[in-house]
């Protein structure tokens, strides 16, 4: 290839492209050496760490170790004391494309249906617009025989359901996930999982948080492992759970297969 | 007694006739009282969730002054509006005074405390629970206070009548800017207040009955609110 830079667009494409199975994965998004801390504690510490574009990260270790606050950093609820976040080479992007799922679903005073058209209404889709996409979304999550029920009445995985349904009502580039089935049973497990993969196959990059390996091993394409705030190992996920590298995933897994 | 029998007898025939001077008075305070919390939700609503969300110097002091003015003396706010109005008052040249326009802007100032008091607490608890979401989803101000204010609905009419009681109760306010004149701004607790002294007990009985049907139906509107709230868990 005799040009190696090709015009640069001015404005990055409006959705990520599906990623080929045997591509070479750009990257979506870097923590170039974050801390942060609170109350003059360092609860990350030199955090470097590159996300690819497309494809499930798992990011496990155990608790306290800053999985969530590395989720609240990539959503930007929180800035990091010191370091970077590089999005795609560019600019800070927009909310809506990167959207966070809480471990406990923060739904809203509505309806299953007005949950997710006034989530569309916030990121500013245009209401003639909004009753298609939310017919979509509820056959997404299954949701459809409950879409005129109060969201907060609803089981847990049905709640999480929505949750997960609504942060992909805008087409986010991102998805981030907080233990999405802690606490459920095997079948809304499963349910959630099925989101999780569809997410994925529509060219989404997911990063989920769980404590389950199983979970970790069937959706996962690699792994990141915290401790302390720090990343101790990260991999492809067969290797990762075959062979882990530190004395500190090792414990953890093994403790998972105790409990 | 029998004097007390025959009042309650003919409070009953004035209520069960409709009498057209008792539907007056109960008319005028439904209109004073009802379009004073109209207005008073209208100021209190967005500004008790602009104190709820918005962080500025003052805030504090704001919040501290909206609570302690839900305590406010009808006498006195009464008083301070009719020095308002008065003829010698800043806003005298209105003419306003002893007009049911007068009575609507004391129990408005009465009124707009409480519904932003409650409006803040409500609006703050909820906020609680939606900030890091509404952050995570890009809403801006206007987006964030419009989604809060909805999901509170319910408590938010709950903040509406709690005014709805104060100003229906109230009598001291409207008196004084208001001078209880016959067929123009006699109102309910007025017109008891007056009739009592007067010694014609049948229309004070029949307006103090009324007037606690009023206040049954207030109260069991809320509790009804609040069941309705709890069982689609949107209280
Ligand atoms: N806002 C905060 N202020 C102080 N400490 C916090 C705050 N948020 C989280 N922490 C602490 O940071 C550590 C990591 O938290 P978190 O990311 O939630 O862990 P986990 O990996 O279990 O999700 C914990 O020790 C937690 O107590
Ligand atoms: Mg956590």
């Known amino acids: 290839m005799p040009s190696v830079e090709p015009t640069r667009k001015p404005a990055p494409p409006p959705a990520a492209p599906p990623v080929p199975a045997v591509a070479v994965r750009q990257v979506a998004v870097t923590l170039d050496r974050v801390t942060f801390e609170r109350g003059g504690k360092r609860l ?10 497309g494809g499930i990260t798992a990011l496990m270790g155990p ?10 950093l990539l959503a930007g609820l929180i800035t990091p004391t010191q370091g970077r976040i590089v999005w795609d080479g560019d600019s800070p992007i927009p909310a809506r494309d990167v959207a966070l799922v809480f471990q406990k679903p923060v739904l809203f005073r509505r309806t299953v249906r007005a949950n997710l058209d006034h989530a569309l209404s916030i990121y500013g889709v245009p209401r003639r617009l909004r009753s298609a996409r939310v017919d979509e979304l509820l056959e997404i999550g299954q949701l459809r025989g409950l879409a005129d029920r109060p969201a907060r009445v609803l089981s847990g995985g049905e709640q999480q359901r929505v949750a997960m349904v609504r942060a992909l009502a805008a ?9 999405p089935s802690a606490s459920l049973d095997p079948p ?21 948080v769980t404590h389950e390996s199983g979970q970790a091993r069937r959706l996962a394409d690699d792994v990141v492992f915290l401790h302390r705030g720090r990343v101790v190992e990260c991999g492809p996920s067969p290797a990762f759970f075959d062979r882990p590298q530190s004395a500190e995933a090792r414990a953890y897994l093994a403790g998972l297969l105790l409990v | 007694m029998q004097d007390f029998g025959a009042a309650f007898g003919s409070a009953f025939t004035l209520i069960a006739t409709a009498d057209s001077e008792l539907m007056e008075i109960i008319a005028l305070s439904l209109r004073v009282t009802l379009f004073a919390v109209l207005v008073a939700c209208l100021i209190g609503f967005p500004l008790g969730a ?14 501290v002054l909206t609570s302690a003015l839900m305590g406010l003396p009808p006498v006195v706010v009464g008083l301070a509006v009719y020095l308002l109005l008065s003829n010698a008052g800043p806003l005298g040249v209105l003419r306003l005074l002893y007009s049911p326009t007068a009575m609507i802007i004391a129990q408005t100032v009465l009124v707009t405390p409480i519904v932003a008091a409650l409006t803040r607490q409500f609006i703050e608890d909820l906020y609680g629970e939606y900030r890091e979401l509404l952050e995570s989803m890009g809403a801006g101000r206007g987006a964030t206070i419009a989604t809060l204010l909805w999901d509170a609905r319910y408590s938010l009419v709950t903040a509406a009548l709690a005014g709805v009681g104060r100003a229906l109760a109230e009598v001291g306010a409207v008196m004084i800017v208001g001078g209880n004149i016959n067929h123009v701004t006699r109102v309910m607790t007025t017109s008891i207040a007056l009739e009592t002294s007067r010694g014609e007990l049948a229309l004070a009985l029949g307006l103090g009955i009324i007037l606690v049907l009023m206040s049954i139906l207030v109260n069991a509107g809320l509790i009804g609110l609040k069941a309705s709230a709890e069982r689609r868990a949107y209280a």
């Open chain 1, 63 to 72: 608790n306290g170790a800053g999985k969530s606050l590395t989720l609240r």
């Open chain 1, 188 to 208: 809304a497990t499963a349910a959630i999982e099925g989101l999780v993969r569809g997410a994925a196959a529509d060219g989404v990059k997911v990063v989920l």
């Open chain 1, 44 to 53: 990350l510490d030199d955090l470097t760490l590159s996300l690819t574009r």
């Open chain 1, 171 to 179: 087409r986010p580039r991102i998805l981030l996930l907080d233990e």
């Open chain 2, 50 to 63: 602009t104190l709820a969300i918005a962080r500025f110097p003052g805030r504090g002091v704001l919040v």
